[in-house]
T-cell receptor, first 114, second 115 residues
Protein backbone atom coordinates (compact mmCIF):
# COMPACT_ATOMS: atom_id res chain seq x y z
CA UNK A 1 0.00 0.00 0.00
CA UNK A 2 1.17 3.51 -0.71
CA UNK A 3 2.21 5.77 2.16
CA UNK A 4 3.56 9.26 2.73
CA UNK A 5 5.88 10.48 5.47
CA UNK A 6 6.35 14.08 6.46
CA UNK A 7 9.07 13.94 9.11
CA UNK A 8 8.72 17.53 10.32
CA UNK A 9 5.62 18.20 12.43
CA UNK A 10 6.35 21.90 12.91
CA UNK A 11 8.82 24.27 11.25
CA UNK A 12 9.51 27.89 12.15
CA UNK A 13 11.08 30.17 9.57
CA UNK A 14 11.88 33.88 9.55
CA UNK A 15 10.07 35.99 7.00
CA UNK A 16 12.24 36.32 3.89
CA UNK A 17 14.17 33.14 4.60
CA UNK A 18 14.12 30.08 2.37
CA UNK A 19 11.94 27.08 3.10
CA UNK A 20 12.12 23.37 2.44
CA UNK A 21 9.44 20.93 3.61
CA UNK A 22 10.27 17.27 3.37
CA UNK A 23 8.11 14.50 1.96
CA UNK A 24 8.98 10.85 1.40
CA UNK A 25 6.68 8.35 -0.20
CA UNK A 26 6.40 4.62 -0.50
CA UNK A 27 4.97 3.24 -3.72
CA UNK A 28 5.82 0.44 -6.13
CA UNK A 29 6.14 2.64 -9.20
CA UNK A 30 6.33 6.33 -10.00
CA UNK A 31 3.32 7.81 -8.27
CA UNK A 32 1.30 10.93 -8.76
CA UNK A 33 2.50 13.40 -6.09
CA UNK A 34 0.88 16.51 -4.69
CA UNK A 35 1.38 19.30 -2.20
CA UNK A 36 -1.66 20.92 -0.61
CA UNK A 37 -1.84 23.92 1.70
CA UNK A 38 -4.42 24.50 4.40
CA UNK A 39 -4.74 27.94 5.94
CA UNK A 40 -6.27 28.12 9.42
CA UNK A 41 -9.96 27.24 9.34
CA UNK A 42 -9.92 26.66 5.60
CA UNK A 43 -10.11 23.75 3.21
CA UNK A 44 -7.23 22.38 1.16
CA UNK A 45 -5.78 24.15 -1.84
CA UNK A 46 -3.56 22.43 -4.38
CA UNK A 47 -0.10 24.02 -4.58
CA UNK A 48 1.45 21.79 -7.22
CA UNK A 49 1.49 18.30 -8.64
CA UNK A 50 3.87 15.87 -10.32
CA UNK A 51 2.68 13.29 -12.80
CA UNK A 52 5.66 12.71 -15.09
CA UNK A 53 8.31 14.55 -17.09
CA UNK A 54 10.39 17.36 -15.64
CA UNK A 55 11.22 16.49 -12.04
CA UNK A 56 11.14 20.12 -10.92
CA UNK A 57 7.58 21.38 -10.87
CA UNK A 58 6.39 24.91 -10.31
CA UNK A 59 3.26 25.73 -8.39
CA UNK A 60 1.23 28.64 -7.20
CA UNK A 61 2.38 31.28 -4.70
CA UNK A 62 6.03 30.88 -5.71
CA UNK A 63 6.39 27.28 -4.51
CA UNK A 64 8.27 24.54 -6.32
CA UNK A 65 8.94 20.87 -5.62
CA UNK A 66 11.49 18.39 -6.88
CA UNK A 67 10.79 14.72 -7.46
CA UNK A 68 13.79 12.52 -6.68
CA UNK A 69 13.13 8.92 -7.55
CA UNK A 70 16.35 7.64 -5.97
CA UNK A 71 15.38 9.14 -2.62
CA UNK A 72 11.60 8.56 -2.92
CA UNK A 73 11.21 12.22 -2.07
CA UNK A 74 9.13 15.16 -3.21
CA UNK A 75 10.31 18.13 -1.16
CA UNK A 76 8.58 21.49 -1.31
CA UNK A 77 10.66 24.67 -1.53
CA UNK A 78 10.25 28.40 -1.58
CA UNK A 79 13.18 30.82 -1.85
CA UNK A 80 11.67 33.56 0.32
CA UNK A 81 8.67 33.05 2.59
CA UNK A 82 6.02 35.63 3.37
CA UNK A 83 3.97 35.92 6.55
CA UNK A 84 0.94 34.77 4.55
CA UNK A 85 2.63 31.40 3.96
CA UNK A 86 1.93 30.40 7.56
CA UNK A 87 -0.30 27.35 7.21
CA UNK A 88 -0.28 23.58 7.30
CA UNK A 89 1.18 21.75 4.34
CA UNK A 90 0.26 18.27 3.25
CA UNK A 91 2.06 15.98 0.85
CA UNK A 92 -0.12 13.36 -0.86
CA UNK A 93 0.22 10.45 -3.28
CA UNK A 94 -2.28 8.89 -5.66
CA UNK A 95 -2.29 5.55 -7.39
CA UNK A 96 -1.22 5.87 -11.03
CA UNK A 97 -3.54 3.11 -12.19
CA UNK A 98 -6.62 5.29 -12.53
CA UNK A 99 -7.47 5.18 -8.84
CA UNK A 100 -8.52 8.61 -7.62
CA UNK A 101 -7.84 7.95 -3.95
CA UNK A 102 -5.33 10.19 -2.23
CA UNK A 103 -3.10 9.13 0.64
CA UNK A 104 -1.96 12.06 2.75
CA UNK A 105 1.00 12.62 5.00
CA UNK A 106 0.45 13.85 8.54
CA UNK A 107 1.23 17.43 7.62
CA UNK A 108 3.82 20.08 8.53
CA UNK A 109 2.75 23.22 10.33
CA UNK A 110 4.70 26.27 9.18
CA UNK A 111 5.12 29.26 11.46
CA UNK A 112 6.60 32.50 10.13
CA UNK A 113 8.36 34.87 12.52
CA UNK A 114 8.98 38.53 11.64
CA UNK B 1 -19.72 27.63 -10.01
CA UNK B 2 -20.01 27.21 -6.27
CA UNK B 3 -17.51 24.32 -6.37
CA UNK B 4 -17.76 21.90 -3.44
CA UNK B 5 -20.07 23.00 -0.66
CA UNK B 6 -20.50 21.46 2.78
CA UNK B 7 -23.13 21.99 5.44
CA UNK B 8 -23.13 22.58 8.32
CA UNK B 9 -19.83 24.32 9.07
CA UNK B 10 -20.00 23.44 12.76
CA UNK B 11 -21.99 20.85 14.67
CA UNK B 12 -22.09 19.61 18.25
CA UNK B 13 -23.69 16.25 18.97
CA UNK B 14 -24.26 14.14 22.03
CA UNK B 15 -23.07 10.56 22.08
CA UNK B 16 -25.61 8.32 20.36
CA UNK B 17 -27.22 11.02 18.25
CA UNK B 18 -27.38 10.70 14.49
CA UNK B 19 -26.79 13.28 11.82
CA UNK B 20 -25.98 13.76 8.17
CA UNK B 21 -23.17 15.89 6.82
CA UNK B 22 -24.08 17.29 3.45
CA UNK B 23 -21.77 17.63 0.45
CA UNK B 24 -22.67 18.95 -2.96
CA UNK B 25 -20.73 19.85 -6.09
CA UNK B 26 -21.84 21.63 -9.24
CA UNK B 27 -18.96 20.59 -11.52
CA UNK B 28 -20.52 17.33 -12.75
CA UNK B 29 -17.68 15.36 -11.15
CA UNK B 30 -18.00 11.60 -11.12
CA UNK B 31 -15.69 11.02 -8.15
CA UNK B 32 -16.61 12.20 -4.66
CA UNK B 33 -15.05 11.36 -1.34
CA UNK B 34 -15.11 12.03 2.38
CA UNK B 35 -12.03 12.51 4.56
CA UNK B 36 -11.61 13.15 8.23
CA UNK B 37 -8.78 15.25 9.59
CA UNK B 38 -7.39 14.66 13.05
CA UNK B 39 -4.38 16.33 14.69
CA UNK B 40 -1.14 14.57 13.82
CA UNK B 41 -2.86 12.14 11.45
CA UNK B 42 -3.41 14.12 8.28
CA UNK B 43 -6.49 13.35 6.22
CA UNK B 44 -7.85 9.83 6.10
CA UNK B 45 -10.32 8.55 3.53
CA UNK B 46 -13.68 7.43 4.94
CA UNK B 47 -15.78 6.55 1.89
CA UNK B 48 -15.74 7.37 -1.78
CA UNK B 49 -17.93 7.11 -4.85
CA UNK B 50 -17.11 6.85 -8.56
CA UNK B 51 -20.63 7.68 -9.70
CA UNK B 52 -24.30 7.66 -8.80
CA UNK B 53 -25.23 4.41 -7.13
CA UNK B 54 -21.61 3.32 -6.57
CA UNK B 55 -19.84 3.71 -3.24
CA UNK B 56 -16.92 2.00 -1.53
CA UNK B 57 -15.04 2.08 1.74
CA UNK B 58 -11.86 3.93 2.39
CA UNK B 59 -9.34 3.62 5.19
CA UNK B 60 -11.62 4.43 8.15
CA UNK B 61 -15.25 3.58 7.24
CA UNK B 62 -16.53 2.24 10.56
CA UNK B 63 -19.38 4.26 12.04
CA UNK B 64 -20.19 6.04 8.78
CA UNK B 65 -22.63 5.38 5.96
CA UNK B 66 -22.84 6.99 2.55
CA UNK B 67 -25.08 6.90 -0.50
CA UNK B 68 -24.91 8.52 -3.92
CA UNK B 69 -28.33 8.92 -5.49
CA UNK B 70 -27.30 11.83 -7.72
CA UNK B 71 -24.07 13.01 -9.31
CA UNK B 72 -24.19 16.24 -7.31
CA UNK B 73 -24.69 15.02 -3.74
CA UNK B 74 -22.74 12.71 -1.46
CA UNK B 75 -24.04 12.82 2.14
CA UNK B 76 -22.17 11.24 5.04
CA UNK B 77 -24.29 9.73 7.81
CA UNK B 78 -23.33 9.11 11.40
CA UNK B 79 -25.94 6.68 12.76
CA UNK B 80 -24.82 6.76 16.41
CA UNK B 81 -22.19 9.39 17.09
CA UNK B 82 -19.23 8.60 19.35
CA UNK B 83 -16.61 10.93 20.86
CA UNK B 84 -14.01 9.26 18.61
CA UNK B 85 -15.81 10.81 15.65
CA UNK B 86 -14.94 14.32 16.82
CA UNK B 87 -13.02 15.62 13.84
CA UNK B 88 -13.02 17.96 10.87
CA UNK B 89 -14.66 16.39 7.83
CA UNK B 90 -13.79 17.29 4.26
CA UNK B 91 -15.61 16.40 1.10
CA UNK B 92 -13.76 16.35 -2.24
CA UNK B 93 -14.65 15.75 -5.87
CA UNK B 94 -12.98 15.30 -9.23
CA UNK B 95 -13.50 14.05 -12.76
CA UNK B 96 -12.56 10.50 -13.65
CA UNK B 97 -10.73 10.10 -16.96
CA UNK B 98 -9.22 6.70 -17.62
CA UNK B 99 -5.54 6.36 -16.90
CA UNK B 100 -4.83 9.98 -16.00
CA UNK B 101 -5.38 11.64 -12.67
CA UNK B 102 -7.59 14.65 -12.13
CA UNK B 103 -7.21 17.25 -9.40
CA UNK B 104 -9.51 16.85 -6.43
CA UNK B 105 -11.35 19.93 -5.22
CA UNK B 106 -12.03 20.19 -1.52
CA UNK B 107 -14.91 21.72 0.36
CA UNK B 108 -14.41 24.10 3.32
CA UNK B 109 -14.97 21.40 5.92
CA UNK B 110 -17.39 20.60 8.74
CA UNK B 111 -16.11 20.73 12.31
CA UNK B 112 -17.92 18.10 14.37
CA UNK B 113 -17.73 17.72 18.13
CA UNK B 114 -19.29 14.73 19.87
CA UNK B 115 -19.76 15.10 23.62
Amino acid sequence: AQSVTQPDIHITVSEGASLELRCNYSYGATPYLFWYVQSPGQGLQLLLKYFSGDTLVQGIKGFEAEFKRSQSSFNLRKPSVHWSDAAEYFCAVADVFGNEKLTFGTGTRLTIIP
Amino acid sequence: NAGVTQTPKFQVLKTGQSMTLQCAQDMNHEYMSWYRQDPGMGLRLIHYSVGAGITDQGEVPNGYNVSRSTTEDFPLRLLSAAPSQTSVYFCASSYISGSSYNEQFFGPGTRLTVL
